[in-house]
T-cell receptor, first 112, second 116 residues
Framework: GESVGLHLPTLSVQEGDNSIINCAYS??????FIWYKQESGKGPQFIID?????DKRQGQRVTVLLNKTVKHLSLQIAATQPGDSAVYFC???????????FGKGITLSVRP | GAVVSQHPSRVICKSGTSVKIECRSL??????MFWYRQFPKQSLMLMAT?????????EQGVEKDKFLINHASLTLSTLTVTSAHPEDSSFYIC????????????FGPGTRLTVL
């Protein structure tokens, strides 16, 4: 069936560097995508979203890029900080209801 | 805005007892709430979708008599784990969404259930 997956299970970056987290999705009907951050023992926290009629959206220190041609989504974090260490999930919505399909998650580890 | 709370944050119970978890949207009306289960180092697994005033829609493989969901108002949904057993121990997370074309889900902080 359709699925959302991530290329890498873990990512280690140096504090101050930029981070890029990638996500592949397989449902071409998906029209809305969200990135969530989950810290240990907490619920997922909304970071940024993007609609399928856009290819880029920027927030504070974060940018989401959407490439519908290859069904690829990425999250860029500028000047990565220790507080960015967490598990990041991409999620897609492809139906008339509100259900989201989540990727497997990638752990971002920031080295001091 | 878009704050979702859960209560309790942590619960330990004996096998065979029932546990109720509350999910509240604090500053918005949630047309739909979702209940997820998450095992360590895994992604979120959707258990059911709950709409205010109607019966919950359960995902395949989720026992509706085991996990009772009530969505009595636009700001409150409850999940009751009935006759809990050790294998029900998990991290349970709710989310809430508003009406609209694009449905952003806002998550609660989660409830850690441990069944002895």
């Amino acid at each position: 069936g359709e699925s959302v997956g991530l290329h890498l299970p873990t990512l280690s970056v140096q504090e101050g560097d930029n981070s890029i987290i990638n996500c592949a999705y397989s449902n071409s009907a998906s029209d809305y995508f969200i990135w969530y951050k989950q810290e240990s023992g907490k619920g997922p926290q909304f970071i940024i979203d993007i609609r399928s009629n856009m290819d880029k959206r920027q927030g504070q220190r974060v940018t989401v890029l959407l490439n519908k041609t290859v069904k690829h989504l990425s999250l860029q974090i500028a000047a990565t900080q220790p507080g960015d260490s967490a598990v990041y999930f991409c999620a897609e919505n492809s139906g008339a209801n509100s259900k989201l399909t989540f990727g497997k998650g990638i752990t971002l580890s920031v080295r001091p | 805005g878009a704050v979702v709370s859960q209560h309790p944050s942590r619960v330990i119970c004996k096998s065979g007892t029932s546990v109720k978890i509350e999910c509240r949207s604090l500053d918005f009306q949630a047309t739909t709430m979702f209940w997820y289960r998450q095992f360590p180092k895994q992604s979120l697994m959707l258990m059911a979708t709950s709409n205010e005033g109607s019966k919950a829609t359960y995902e395949q493989g989720v026992e509706k008599d085991k996990f009772l969901i009530n969505h009595a108002s636009l700001t409150l949904s409850t999940l009751t784990v009935t006759s809990a057993h050790p294998e029900d121990s998990s991290f349970y997370i709710c989310s809430a969404t508003t009406s609209g074309v694009f449905h952003t889900q806002y998550f609660g902080p989660g409830t850690r259930l441990t069944v002895l």
